[in-house]
C-alpha cells in the first residue's frame, strides 16, 4: 500500500533557487527517508530522519518533520542542473504490523533549468 | 565498494519461461528486499527478508518466489512469468535496524512478451 505521498508531482526551478518537496503519509512511522532517483537508475539514499526528529540538515538538503501532521519536506538550497531527479520519501513503519520494509511514495520530478 | 549487485540489467523473455534475477550485497547486510517500480505506481514491495531463511510478503507478491539461502544473496524467480510482470526490479538491502538506508542496486529491466 502507497502510504508516503509527495506533492508536487513535477517541479521545474531556475538553477540557484530553492526546491520545496512535500510528502505525507498515513500511520505511525520509525523513521522517514528521502532518495533520489536519476531516471531509470537505482534509488540514491539522501537523508533519513526519525520519529524523534524534527529537522536534519545534510549538505544542501534540508529535511523536516511533522509527526502531529504526519507529513515532511526536503529543502535543497542553490539547485544545480545536477539536482535533476526524482525525489522519493519512503516511511519506515517496522512493527506496525503491516509489511516491513520501506513504503514509497510516487515521487516529485523536478527538473533545474539552466 | 559497498554495493547491491543485481543481474542482468536488461532482460527480454517470453511466457512462461522460468527466469531468475540475481541480487547480492557485500555489506553483510540482514535486510534484503525487492521492489518493482511501475510508471503511475512507484515502487512496490515484492518479497523480503529480515535474515537467512526467513522471507515475507511485500504488497505485491504473486508471480515472485524468493529464497535466502546466503545472507549476501536474495534471488528473485519468476516461475512462470507473464506480461504484467514487466516492469523495473531493484533489489535493495539495509543494516536490521536501517539507520543509515537502504542500498539499492542499480535495477533489473525486465521485458516478458
Known amino acids: 500500500s502507497q502510504q508516503g505521498e509527495e506533492d508536487p508531482q513535477a517541479l521545474s526551478i531556475q538553477e540557484g533557487e530553492n526546491a520545496t518537496m512535500n510528502c505525507s503519509y498515513k500511520?505511525?512511522?520509525?523513521?522517514l527517508q528521502w532518495y533520489r532517483q536519476n531516471s531509470g537508475r537505482g534509488l540514491v539514499h539522501l537523508i533519513l530522519i526519525r520519529s524523534n526528529e524534527r529537522e536534519k540538515h545534510s549538505g544542501r538538503l534540508r529535511v523536516t518533520l511533522d509527526t502531529s501532521k504526519k507529513s515532511s519536506s526536503l529543502l535543497i538550497t542553490a539547485s544545480r542542473a545536477a539536482d535533476t531527479a526524482s525525489y522519493f520519501c519512503?516511511?519506515?513503519?517496522?512493527?506496525?504490523?503491516?509489511?516491513?520494509?520501506?513504503?514509497f511514495g510516487k515521487g516529485t520530478h523536478l527538473i533545474i533549468q539552466p | 565498494e559497498a554495493q547491491v549487485t543485481q543481474n542482468p540489467r536488461y532482460l527480454i523473455t517470453v511466457t512462461g519461461k522460468k527466469l531468475t534475477v540475481t541480487c547480492s550485497q557485500n555489506m553483510n547486510h540482514e535486510y534484503m528486499s525487492w521492489y518493482r517500480q511501475d510508471p503511475g505506481l512507484g515502487l512496490r514491495q515484492i518479497y523480503y527478508s529480515m535474515n537467512v531463511e526467513v522471507t515475507d510478503k511485500g504488497d505485491v507478491p504473486e508471480g515472485y518466489k524468493v529464497s535466502r539461502k546466503e545472507k549476501r544473496n536474495f534471488p528473485l524467480i519468476l516461475e512462470s512469468p507473464s506480461p504484467n510482470q514487466t516492469s523495473l526490479y531493484f533489489c535493495?538491502?539495509?543494516?536490521?535496524?536501517?539507520?543509515?538506508?537502504?542500498?539499492f542496486g542499480s535495477g533489473t529491466r525486465l521485458t516478458v512478451v
Open positions: 535493495a538491502s539495509s543494516l536490521s535496524d536501517n539507520v543509515y538506508g537502504y542500498t
Open positions: 500511520t505511525s512511522i520509525n523513521n
Open positions: 519512503a516511511t519506515d513503519a517496522r512493527g506496525g504490523g503491516g509489511a516491513d520494509g520501506l513504503t
